[in-house]
């Protein structure tokens, strides 16, 4: 199959959360298995000089943007082994800036003209591209305007063969939602304005207009596919997804084990495997040392690494660490976000040293030792569409402690489902108390050798792995590719 991905972020070259992993590990794998694979994005600052593979391509754009016309270049970074071309979107003035979406905690203020030029020059390039992509997969609101382009060009400006398009939701909260005085930049006429497609109680929403014109949709993870259709985790647009209910499905996210691997990391300074943990030891000590806690081996250590969102649970962590810290546990997090909740972990960190340690910021490496260095792994996320970081715990023998929602609910199992694959710990209601009482299951937990390592073998052999993913998107394509 030929396909064509586009997305706002892609590991390695710009990122924020698991849409960035997610769509980069996608592109590599469906290559692997022989696809024809190109991938488009924004070419942020700093992109280029840290990858001088990145090549001008012989491309100009020159689009309409609302009154104004706006040009950009294109880049291309090609792959000897592999049928994989990625391509950055070069227009200076949109992405040539310090944040992705925004800086201070504050939005860019023209996002719509951004994202509005970034989704026609997807369908330039899906368009033109000599080699013809056999569908268009975009993700997340940021390209949501691509389905709708690409059926008004087909309409209206002679497009017979145009692909299909496949929509993939990483999380419902965010949707791009702009007045409608911005409608104007997508120089479509009002016909696609109304309830039923672009509008939005009079605005627009960008994420509805993906859902309403994409041919099929999928969210990453089944449970999510089954909470995004209620009104409790629909963020409002759950009845136009109740509509689209056959066109969509729940594929949950694979783990890219070439980076996230426990032998031969470079973030690792010891590795270790399920025959062998004694490399984890090590890494707990190094990691004590490294956020400048006491180093012992007997207190059990748990982490976690998030945005500081209200999505991720922050307010009952918060609340649930400032009575269990009375214990004797260690606590590392690594988190940036939000300035109230980077002030309430500062302060946590201040109340307890020597028991709670916070990193504010992002940090790769770090994020790999605090997954290999801990013992366990909080995770008690509000909602979860799919969630990476419980997937990459159970791969380093970390035990992660999840409320059951979305993809944290299938991909963590408890022992109260099973005692043979328990690999985690879960709990549903939302509230500190649920949350210290997983703590405290886990307390127990550290204490019972046995049963600990029983817990960690399992989570190290659970297989996450990307093949399985990537042939489940396949099998989506070829539900809307004609003639496959
Ligand atoms: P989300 O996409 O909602 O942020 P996920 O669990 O799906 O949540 O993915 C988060 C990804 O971002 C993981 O790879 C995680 O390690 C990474 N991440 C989040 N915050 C940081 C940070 N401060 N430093 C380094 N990596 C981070």
Known sequence: MKILLASSEVHPYSKSGGLADMVGALAKFLARTGNQVGLITPLYRGIREKFPEIQPFDWNLDLPLGESRVQAGVCVRHFEDLPLSIYFVDQPQFFNRAGLYGEGGLDYSDNAERFTFFSKAVVNLARYLPWQPELVHIHDWQACLVPILMLHQKLHEQWATKPPTCLTIHNMAYQGSFPSSKYGLTNLPL???????????????????????????????????????????????????????????????????????????????????????????????????????????????????????????????????????????????????????????????????????VRLGFDQGLSHRIEAGCDFYLMPSRFEPCGLNQMYSLRYGTVPIVRITGGLDDSVTDISESLDDADGIKFLEYSPRALSKGIRKALVLYKDKGLLEHYRRNGIAKDFSWDRTAAEYEQVYRRVIPGL
Request: with cysteine.
């Open 191 to 357: 016909d696609y304005f109304h309830p039923g497609g672009m509008e939005f109680y009079k605005g627009l929403n960008f994420l509805k207009a993906g859902i309403s014109y994409a041919d099929i949709i999928t969210t990453v993870s089944p449970r999510y596919a089954r909470e995004i259709t209620t009104e409790q985790y629909g963020c409002a647009l759950d009845g136009v997804l109740r509509n689209r209910q056959n066109a969509l499905a729940g594929i949950l996210n694979g783990v890219d084990y070439d980076e996230w691997k426990t032998v031969a990391n470079p973030y690792l300074a010891h590795s270790f495997s399920v025959d062998d943990l004694s490399g984890k030891v090590a890494n707990k000590a190094d990691l004590q040392q490294e956020m400048g806690l006491p180093v012992n081996p007997e207190v059990p250590l748990f982490g976690t690494i998030t945005r500081l969102t209200d999505q991720k649970g922050v307010d009952i962590q918060l609340a649930a660490l400032e009575e269990m810290l009375a214990a004797d546990l260690q606590f590392v997090l690594l988190g940036s976000g939000s300035s109230v909740w980077e002030r309430g972990y500062r302060k946590l960190a201040m109340r307890y040293p020597g028991k709670c340690a």
